[in-house]
């Protein structure tokens, strides 16, 4: 049987004049106890020991519990409060030292402390409460929150630590000086929650912490969303980011499974996984990345599937040796690349489709920089579709190239692999080598390219064979400077341009070509202007005139030393170095430029007589 206490600080029948005094009374009758308080501020320090209930009978904030010092409650047994304003100041306010507590409908004020501390051991339910300036700590506790309010705490406003295991459910965190909720060493899950105005970030998961985060929204956050270090797991599903530094941070081994979240206008990244962080992304959003949308770095290693990137800068970069596996990517109308592989970093992409973005794939750096690119269409992009340089290794397999400038370019001393690849209506040209590059085709087709279909250039290396070159504006085949290759089992049809303009250096192995082969094969450059040095003769500092030199004569070098001394003063060294390359001719090199332009204007007229485009 639940016995009853009635607090009434101006007195009345059978009340007690503060809620200590019913403690008491309910401790000395033993058994459950129900003490109901009138609206009043008291200052008290509540200790509450065994089946008790604390219920304000007034409205919201009617009666308060505010001790000048120390704990506000201080709770061991079951406990349950109802409908009070707890206050304190440098401390814990509500204390669970030991059995279960429950606030229901009450509100806590923690001005420089902890607004509720559940110990080791202990079980705190919190329902429909408010919690100010302070935070509710679970250390190594099992909790319940649903429906509360967090507000404005001065770190983390949710503290789930030292094996903890807490649900938070409908609630709401905004103001937070650190962490919204931060679960560390301990099991916590958020589910339809909203957290806003973190400045760190909104939830972090640390020290091998497992977080499940379910139809949460996080907006208006200065860091992270999310974040998972120190070797975290979890599961996030249906979260909606907006306006955050960076949407999911994935650091220091942690590795969560993140499916169906949306991050838009995140002001740096969308996803950002680094330092051998890794992490599974399956069907997520990324919209208007200020930065880039997905980013792997330092290491990290990430696998994404099914995501969606559109607007923003660059769609997805993977940089500083880090890697990741990407299938099913959609990116869209960025302002910059689509796919970045840089810094000796690894990665794959499959079933990828890039839509308007000015360019498609860009590799570059030392021989430890991969990428491998299967089944993709990249179209209406505004550069190349895919582009290598530096040392950097691309392999293209079934890549579809549509509407843009350049299908496929690789320059420096990278390497590219094309197979069973497609390159239509681009106004440059199809596939191009340049510099000392190596560029390696098989089942190759570029249709309707404004300018040529293949180009090797510089010093570059050009192998292709079983493909086709159709309707190409200016040449389907052209090999320029000291380029060099073989074409294999290759045709080039179309009514306009050359089939081939090559310099000699390709083998032309089983050609079919209904247009002119050309072989222009380069004049050999003319020799350097001689120029002859004389170390030991005068040296000049003046205007001289009518004077004669001659060396190898001792007699008439010194009496023409000797006449030029006279002729210039005091300023003449003889023993100072002559100027060089006197002797050139200052008409050589306007010679050079005149016979380059006139070998040009010969080969566009070959080019004309052969039916191909200037």
């Not at 089946?51 to 409205?59: Q, T």
């Not at 429950?102 to 806590?108: A, F, M, P, R």
């Not at 839509?355 to 991969?370: S, W």
């Not at 197979?419 to 596939?431: I, K, L, M, Q």
Request: hydrophobic letters at 40%.
């Amino acid at each position: 049987m639940v016995r009853k206490y009635v607090v009434a600080p101006h007195g009345g029948r059978r009340a007690h004049p503060d809620i200590s005094s019913a403690l008491r009374a309910a401790a000395d009758r033993h058994g459950p106890a129900l003490i109901e308080i009138e609206p009043g501020h008291y200052e008290e320090s509540l200790t509450v020991r065994g089946e008790v209930e604390l219920a304000g009978r007034g409205g919201p904030g009617s009666v308060v519990v505010s001790p000048p010092r120390g704990t506000a409650l201080d709770a061991f047994g079951t406990v349950r409060v109802r409908g009070l304003l707890l206050v304190g100041r440098e401390t814990d306010v509500v204390d669970c030292r030991g059995g279960t507590l429950t606030l229901d409908h009450t509100e806590v004020r923690a001005h420089g402390g902890v607004c509720v501390h559940a110990r080791r051991g202990t079980s705190v339910s919190l329902t429909d409460s408010v919690f100010r300036s302070g935070r509710t700590l679970f250390a190594g506790a099992a909790g319940y929150v649903e429906r509360c309010a967090f507000h404005d705490a001065a770190d983390n406003a949710v503290a789930v630590i030292e094996g903890a295991r807490v649900s938070v459910r409908d609630s709401r965190v905004e103001g937070s000086r650190i962490h919204g909720v931060r679960v560390s060493d301990a099991w916590a899950e958020l589910v339809g929650c909203a957290l806003t105005g973190t400045e760190k970030a909104a939830v972090m998961a640390d020290t091998r912490a497992e977080l499940t985060v379910s139809d949460c929204r996080v907006d208006s956050v200065h860091a992270e969303a999310v974040m998972f270090v120190e070797q975290s797991r979890g599961l996030v599903r249906g979260l909606r980011v907006v306006d955050a530094e960076h949407g999911i941070g994935v650091a220091s081994g942690a590795d969560p499974v993140v499916r169906d979240c949306v991050f838009a206008d995140c002001r740096d990244t969308g996803i950002n996984v680094q330092t051998t962080g890794r992490g599974t992304f399956e069907n997520c959003e990324v919209h208007h990345a200020g930065s880039v949308a997905v980013f792997s770095t330092n290491g990290g290693a990430p696998r994404v599937t099914g995501c969606r990137v559109s607007g923003g800068n660059v769609g997805v970069a993977v940089v500083d040796r880090a890697r990741g596996d990407f299938t099913g990517l959609v990116v869209e109308d960025l302002t910059g690349v689509a796919l970045r592989v840089f810094d000796e970093s690894r990665a794959v992409f499959e079933q990828v489709r890039v839509e308007r973005c000015p360019a498609g794939l860009e590799a570059r750096d030392n021989g430890g920089t991969t990428a491998r690119l299967t089944d993709a269409r990249i179209s209406g992009f505004d550069l190349a579709a895919v582009a290598v340089t530096g040392e950097a290794r691309v392999t293209l397999t079934r890549v579809a190239a549509e509407r843009g400038v350049l299908g496929f370019g690789v320059g420096e001393e990278a390497y590219l692999r094309v197979d069973d690849c497609t390159v239509s209506a681009t106004r440059a040209g199809g596939a191009v080598a340049f510099g000392r590059a190596r560029l390696v085709a098989r089942d190759l087709t570029v249709t309707g390219s404004e300018a040529f279909g293949l180009c090797g250039t510089e010093s570059a290396y050009v192998d292709v064979a079983d493909s086709r070159f159709d309707d190409c504006a200016a040449a389907g085949v052209a090999f320029d400077e000291s380029g060099g290759g073989r074409l294999v089992n290759c045709s080039v049809t179309g009514t306009r341009g050359v089939g081939v303009r090559h310099n000699g250096r390709v083998d032309l192995v089983s050609l079919q070509s209904s247009r002119p082969v050309v072989e222009r094969v380069p004049e050999p450059a003319p020799p350097p202007a001689q120029i002859v040095n004389h170390y030991h003769g005068p040296v000049f500092n003046a205007a001289v005139h009518g004077v004669h030199l001659a060396w190898n004569n001792d007699e008439i070098t010194q009496r023409i030393v000797r006449q030029v001394i006279q002729q210039a003063g005091p300023r003449a060294s003889p023993q100072a170095t002559p100027r060089a390359g006197s002797e050139a001719n200052p008409e050589a090199v306007p010679e050079v430029i005149q016979r380059v332009i006139r070998n040009h204007d010969d080969h566009d007229d070959r080019d004309d007589q052969d039916g191909a485009t200037p």
